[in-house]
């Protein structure tokens, strides 16, 4: 365990502490530590971004020299506890309900009704970097509103960050994130707090019991999950991975869909050149041959 420090005042500001860069050897050494960690190619052109996520974890644990704080983080971490904390630091999380709206009505016009016409019993959805999970929350609405009982489901969401991991096992959202949910479901499957200035909601129960949140980092050799989801969305992920790293986790996840399956990426991903057993069949959706 880290002991705790006295933490420097409110009054000290990002810019002005710590009074020292960040040195560029240990910048350097850090990037590739993440690298090596989660897969994030970081480059020179990051490193106040770095140095923004070091300042949160060192204001945490009272530390107030970058170089300090890197050698915890490269030196003095044997249990990698601070790692995981810093990492969660690092990781972007953005995420939005009906996020690329288009996805989910390809799902809701082609694939639920093909699952319904096919007599299929069960489907397994998988968000592969889901965040607070209001993409695997947001697969559930439309399942639950498509299938009606028809058709049962389960959805798997993972991350690297564990934080997020607990926010989305919660369920629990400000209402500004409810706008681009439809008003329909926000009737069926959304929760207001009674209080209106907690100014929050949270997904019923319905929808949280069909999602599963498990630590995952994508960068592993392999993942402890099954080979026959139906459904697997990665987006907007890839564009952090250089590209052995992107062919690696591809051929993963590919490796985990079943035949006829489908991969969702993010609008600004492609699967050009990765020579894979996927076929696309709309803009950013491919199908498993």
Sequence with gaps: MLAMRTPPSSSDT??????????????????????????????????????????????????????????????????????????????????????????????????????????????????????????????????????????????????????????GTLALYPDSM??????????????VAKDPTRHEFRVAPQLRGKVQFRQLNLVNDSYPFERDYDVIFLRNVLIYFDRLTQRRVLTKLAEHLRPGGHLFLGHSETLTGAGLPLEQVASTIFVRR
């Design 14 to 167: 990002e810019t002005s502490w710590p009074s020292e860069p960040l040195s560029e050897r240990n910048f350097r050494r850090i990037a590739e530590m993440i690298e090596q960690t989660c897969g994030i190619h970081i480059t020179a052109k990051k490193k106040t971004l770095i140095e923004g996520r070091m300042r949160r974890r060192m204001r945490h644990l009272g530390i107030t020299s970058f170089n300090a704080y890197s050698k915890i983080l490269l030196e003095d971490d044997p249990d990698g506890d601070e790692l995981v904390d810093f990492i969660d630091a690092v990781t972007t999380n953005k995420t939005d309900f009906f996020r690329e709206p288009k996805h989910f009505d390809f799902l809701r016009d082609v694939l639920f009704p093909r699952y319904i016409a096919e007599g299929r019993r069960s489907v397994k959805f998988w968000s592969a970097a889901s965040s607070t999970g209001a993409e695997a929350y947001t697969l559930a609405m439309v399942a639950e509103n498509v299938f009606a009982g028809s058709v049962d489901y389960s959805i798997l969401a993972t991350d690297i960050c564990t934080e997020v991991l607990a926010k």
């Design 178 to 191: 409810m706008e681009p949910v439809p008003e329909e479901y926000r009737r069926r499957y959304v929760l």
